[in-house]
């Protein structure tokens, strides 16, 4: 199926374990982007990605890596989760650089509990 | 440093009355806004844009209007229906930048019958 998909949609992990969430597009889109959601806050940009191998940070990169070895994915790697990552994940891509319209195309979430 | 920020929480309306939700910004920079609609346990999804040389744009039941002296957007919903109830986001981005977006904090909307 054509679109963006995020898995897993639900994680429970312990404090200091690696976790992995994954994002995957159809539409080959140059652009990908990781979010958190947090009552308060909003939505904050962790990492972006512009192409496969440019990768940069966003408001909040500490604690997260990334990685766009190729186009279609773009895994979001807690290294050592804390709690304060207990969060809802969003990934999303775009197609547009400097002339942007429609904005971006947000997967379903990965909502992540840190124990 | 919030750039982007919406001050009402949450927000209230019957049905059929008009919905307006509010955005300020403070970065003189952005060139692009836009509003996303979240329902729960979905992600958000793009609802309307408006340029920074535009002061209005209109789509359907949605019309966005950007006060750029006072650094100030809304969104403006005509008539309110109850599956209009969801959190909206504003977000914004800064000219000549990839398409790298800030958002507010959301201002959660509950359409009453």
């Known amino acids: 199926d054509a679109g963006i998909t995020q898995s897993p949609r639900y994680k429970i992990t312990e404090t200091g374990r690696q976790v992995t969430l994954m994002c995957h597009q159809t539409?080959?889109?140059?652009?990908m982007f990781w979010y958190r959601q947090d009552l308060g806050h909003g939505l904050r940009l962790i990492y972006y990605?512009?192409?496969?191998?440019?990768?940069d940070k966003g408001e909040v990169p500490d604690g997260y890596v990334v990685s766009r070895s190729k186009t279609e994915n773009f895994p979001l790697t807690l290294e050592s989760a804390t709690r304060s990552q207990t969060s809802v994940y969003f990934c999303?891509?775009?197609?547009?650089?400097?002339?942007?319209?429609?904005?971006?195309?947000f997967g379903s979430g990965t909502r992540l509990t840190v124990v | 440093d919030q750039q982007v920020k919406q001050n009402s929480p949450s927000l209230s309306v019957q049905e059929g009355r008009i919905s307006i939700l509010n955005c300020d910004y403070t970065?003189?920079?952005?060139?692009?806004f836009l509003w996303y609609k979240k329902y729960p346990a979905e992600g958000p999804t793009f609802l309307i844009s408006?340029?920074?040389?535009?002061d209005k744009n209109e789509d359907g039941r949605f019309t966005v209007f950007l006060n750029k002296s006072a650094k100030h957007l809304s969104l403006h919903i005509v008539p309110s229906q109850p599956g209009d109830s969801a959190v909206y986001f504003c977000?914004?981005?800064?000219?000549?930048?990839?398409?790298?977006?800030?958002f507010g904090t959301g201002t959660r909307l509950q359409v009453t019958l």
């Open positions: 999303a891509s775009s197609d547009q650089g400097i002339g942007i319209v429609g904005g971006y195309t």
């Open positions: 539409w080959s889109h140059s652009y």
């Open positions: 990605s512009a192409a496969a191998d440019i990768t």
């Open positions: 970065n003189s920079m952005f060139d692009y």
């Open positions: 408006i340029s920074s040389i535009k």
């Open positions: 977000a914004a981005r800064v000219g000549g930048t990839a398409s790298k977006l800030t």
